[in-house]
């Protein structure tokens, strides 16, 4: 048996799994259930055990693009569907929550690399949007939520001027 088998952060790093290896040995078929049992444990969480970070802390991924009319929040949500996904907004921040069901049982999976289980993503808005007008809308895998920035949130953008320090102000 090799070292690196029993430390659980280099499992994330192993190309070849370990059952390929030991078929047949009792020991590292208990040591791969108690691996699955903490990751499922741990999944939901922000941050994983031992200070690492959990693949599904910062899923789904988002683009934010803010311009002078709205804001439009983009978030990748491969292999699911719109009725898979809800979205809800209040106290300033946009929520995107949902479920990614697995298609295969956990018996017939030799290994993978994917993740499943309900995720949810919570995004800040530094702006007011008129909320009566937030569209959203999904197509390949993509949500996009249009939000209109209100006319008090647009007029309040004021340019600071950057003054070059002087000499003097150097020591």
């Known amino acids: 048996m090799n070292m690196r088998d029993l430390i659980p952060w280099g499992r994330s790093q192993q190309t070849t799994p370990s059952r390929y290896r030991d078929e047949g040995d009792p020991f590292m078929t208990l040591h791969r259930e108690m691996n699955r049992l903490f990751d499922d444990v741990?999944?939901?969480f922000d941050m994983a055990p031992f200070g690492g970070v959990s693949r599904m802390a910062s899923w789904p991924h988002v683009e934010v693009v803010d311009n002078d009319k709205d804001v439009r929040i983009s978030a990748e949500l491969p292999g699911l569907e719109?009725?898979?996904v809800e979205v809800l907004?209040?106290?300033?921040?946009?929520?995107?929550?949902g479920e990614k069901k697995s298609a295969i049982e956990d018996k017939e999976r030799a290994f993978s690399e994917r993740t499943y289980g309900r995720f949810e993503r919570r995004i800040p808005?530094?702006?007011?949007?008129?909320?009566?007008?937030?569209?959203?809308?999904?197509?390949?895998?993509?949500?996009?939520?249009?939000?209109p920035k209100s006319a008090e949130s647009r007029s309040e953008v004021k340019r600071i001027a950057v003054n070059r320090a002087s000499e003097e102000t150097k020591h």
């Open 82 to 84: 719109d009725k898979d």
């Open 42 to 44: 741990f999944r939901g």
């Open 89 to 97: 907004i209040g106290d300033g921040v946009l929520t995107i929550r």
């Open 125 to 147: 808005l530094a702006w007011e949007v008129e909320e009566d007008k937030i569209e959203a809308s999904f197509k390949n895998g993509v949500l996009t939520v249009t939000l």
